[in-house]
């Protein structure tokens, strides 16, 4: 029980580290439209990469919402989602899944975990309200993306999706020729 309590914990800590605060999120000075499709593709990567876990709650907000006349759609989601937390999304990925004396893979666990929400879709019967939620978070969600500035973002080079190209670490990217070699 004790090492379940600290499981919880640890995961509760790791998914407060990558949260960002809310005044930064929705700062309306920071909207502009962007210049080319390469700036607005660009803006898209890293504000997903940034504002994950802002983006995450709005879209379970609005699936929350497209539920809320479905009492019992809502509760098998709500078990739904805690089995992803617990299993997926919140699991340390150096530790492997043991169930029952096997390791499980991380794609078996992933198959399981859509093949159990599509399920729940179907026999709810409320895959529509979700899909159109889903359609209408992700639209949401990718227009805030290209629309927020990234110039006063801070982020580690880590943390950003061309981390490693701005690290500067491998030697290959840093001559023009890249990877290839000359005949």
Known sequence: MSTLVSSLKESAESLTAIRRP???????????????????TTRIALNLTHFLFNYTIILLLILLLSLIYHPF?????????????????????????????????DRLVIAALFGLTVAGLVLTGVWVN????VAIG???VILHAALRSTDDLVMDDLESPYGH???????????????????
């Open 22 to 40: 809310w005044r930064d999120f929705l700062d309306i000075t920071a909207l502009d439209i962007p210049f080319s499709f390469s700036d607005a």
């Open 73 to 105: 759609s809502l509760l098998t989601f709500l078990v739904i989602f805690l089995a992803w937390l617990f299993l997926y999304l919140a699991r340390d990925r150096q530790e492997r899944l043991v169930i029952f004396g096997f390791i499980i893979d």
């Open 130 to 133: 979700v899909l159109v939620a």
């Open 138 to 140: 992700s639209s949401l």
């Open 165 to 183: 190209v701005l690290a500067g670490g491998d030697e290959e990217l840093d001559s023009p020729g890249g990877d290839y070699s000359g005949i």
